[in-house]
Each structure stands twice: as C-alpha cells, then as structure tokens.
C-alpha cells in the first residue's frame, strides 16, 4: 500500500481514533517485548542452572568410575532424571544406567580431566522445538591406565515447557491490558476534547447578527487555551470587519444619496420647464453632482480593487519632482487659495500614476481646508527614497483623530468635516498607496497652523 495512502488513512480517523490507536500501540509493543525478554532470560536462567548441575552429576559419575572402575558401576546411585554411560576408548558403551540406551548418548570424547557439553537451550522462541533436546556433559576419565569417558544426559523438557507456559500466560493478558488501555486513552481522548466540542458547539451557533459572541476559555493553560484565544481573536476581527463593512455601506450609501437626490430634483425641475434658459441654469449644478458622483464611485472602485487583492503596482524608474511640480500646477490653477512649493530633484522606484493620485489627494484635501495657503515640499532623503509634505494654514487636526483620518467616510469634527466637497475616502486611499509601496503616512500639526501631511516613501529595493 503506497505511503501515501496509508497517511490519508490515519489522518482521517480523527484525533480521538489516533490517540486511542497510539496508546494501545505504545502499550501492546513494550509489554510483549518484555514478555519475550523475560521469557529468554528466564531461559537463559533455567539452563544455566541444568548445566550447573548436569556437571556435578557428570563429575561424580566420572570420580566414581575412575575410582572404581566399570565393573562398580552397577551399584552406582544416579540422580533422578539423568542418564549416564561409560565409553572406552574404542567407542563402545561399557556400562549405561539404562538398557534401552546402548548406543553412547554422545559423540563428545573429551581428554581424561576435561569436561565438555552440548545441547544446552540458551534462548526462547514461540513454537521452539529445542525444548525436546538433551542435555548432555561428558567428562573425561582414567581407570587402571585405560581411558574412558562419562557421559551424562537430562531432558531439558520441563524447565522450557514452564517457560512456554508462563509466557502463553503473560501474552494472554496482553490483549486486556490493551483494551484497559484503549478504553482509558478514548476516556482522556474525550474529556480533552471537551472544550473543542463547546468551542464547535458555540461558533456553530455564531451567525453575523451574533459575531458579539465568544467561545469558552479552558480552564487549563495549554494549547486548547491558546486556540480559543486565537479563535477569539478572529471573531473580534471579523466583528470589527463586519461593523466596518456596515458603517461603509450605510456611508457610501449616505455619500451617493445626496448627489443623486441633486440630479433627480434637477432634473424634475428642467423636465416641468422645457426653457432652454432652465437648462442652461441647472447644467452646472448637474455637472458638479455627476462628477461628484464620479469622483465617488471612482474612488469606491479603487478601494474595493484593492480590498479584494491588494493594489497593482507598476513599479518604475519615477521623477517625483515632475509629479510633484504637474500637481502644483494644477492646484494653482483651480484653487482659490495660495499655493507655494519647494521641490527638489528626486527619483524613487515606484508606480508614477499610484503616486500621481496620492500627491493629487493630498493637495486637494489641503486646499479644501486651508484658509489662504498650501505648501507641498517634496525632497530625497539621506539615505535613500523620498519624503512628500503637504500642509495648510487651516484648522488642523485634533491629536485624537490623526489616526482616524485614514479611515473611509471618517467623520471629524465640524472644523475639518467633508461636506467642503470631498468624497471622504481620499486619505483612505492615499493610505492603501502608500502602504502598497512600502511607505509610511503620518499627520501632524503645522507651522502654519492647519495640519500637515508627512509621506516617506523607501529606496530601490
């Protein structure tokens, strides 16, 4: 079975099932390999024992029979379990404790003093057929000048079977200490899924008229805390987007209410009167509201462009200077108040029709509330990239309201309101521009008196 799938699998089973499975796996693995453990060192235990004493058996038969020969043997007390016989040098069994056993009971032919063994069961293995086989020692002896050797044989029958036995008990308890074990792991698998389930259970239940509500803190300080926090987090998040795309709608619609209540009232009077002097009375009143209304559902356009992924820049080599001096130009030509400058040579990496409409902005957004005077400055900074600085002599800008100002439709006092003919996102997009291009917008008072606009735009990158 591919890698692959056998991973699909398991992750599909849920963190319950997967604890559960790991807990029985963790359990059932350790114990039945310290069953086999145990059981080939009680094996290697056992046998050590049966050799210890398979020796001093074959150590008294040899004393024995080098002391008193092959003759005496008949009289020779054996220990129960054991076999023994006496081989001379030629091969032939010269005396054995049983008749049925004539041939030797080894091919082991140690040197008169020495002892050697074979046979002995050392390990355990389930269905071993090693229990079966005799241990047997030989021993080497002397008598009258003849050489001869012991031979002495026990069954290792009975030391293995206990081992079997023992180890066929202790591997039949395995499966109940894993289903203990399953069972517990799905018990505590559970109780610490608790909070998920309350957690699943109230979002399940939060809609958009309820994003008010939050889910319940674990008492516990661990990552299901973390994770409820982090979800609350995300609620409050989408609360605020949410309020915020209310507030934007009831404004927008607010904004586009009063141009089109223009526009319809003039046009039901032009239409109760077809003189052309009617016509030519209300043109320009029409064309101020239309391009209001345009100006409005420009700007609407372009926040909603760069709400759904983000404004596209085309990023090039630009003059801001040019920029700067084409907008002042503009600004003297269509505003009712003074308007000075001092722009120096500067050119930045940036996108020139972004940056066309930030300076456009700004320096319509000053002279709708300067009282007599607007001053841009433009210049490089030390280091690298740009500051742009745009000021007017007006009624500046409360300290608690300079981070406001960036907001779309924000209302401001009565002294800096947009009902002097702005659409009230300007700033707002001035402030997705610049932030676009890696730049900075800050808003502070100015020497003039009203409030000054401060951009810092960054080097090459």
Known sequence: MPRTRIVGRWTRLGIRKQLTTVAVLLVALPLCIGILLLANLLTSSLSNAQVTQAREVAHRTAAYAGERGPAAMTSFQLDDGYRAQLVDSSGAVVWTSNSHYTSPLS?????????????AVRWWGPGDRNEHRDLVVAQGITHAGDPYVAIVATSQEDQQSAVTVTTGLLLACVPLVMLAAGLTAWWVGGRALDP???????VSRITSSTLDERVPL????????SLAITMNQMLQRL??????????????????RSPMASLSGALEIAASDDRIETWRELSPLMQTEASRLSELVQDLLALSRSDDGGLELTITETDLDDLAAQEVARLRRTATVEVTSKITATRIEADPTQIGQVLRNLCDNAARHARSRVHVDVRPLEHAGAMIRVEDDGNGIATADRERVFERFVRLEESRSRDQGGSGLGLAIVHQIVTA???TIRVDGSEMGG??????????R
């Open 107 to 119: 091919e082991m032919r140690p040197q008169p003093g020495d002892a050697e063994q074979e046979g």
């Open 437 to 439: 291009h890696g730049g």
């Open 451 to 460: 409030a000054r606009f401060v951009v810092t735009l960054p080097g090459p």
């Open 239 to 256: 609360q605020a987007a949410h309020e915020s795309q209310r507030r934007f709608i009831s404004d927008a619609s607010h904004e586009l």
């Open 196 to 202: 998920v389930d309350e957690m699943n259970a109230r």
């Open 218 to 225: 674990p008492e516990a300080q661990d990552e299901l805390r």
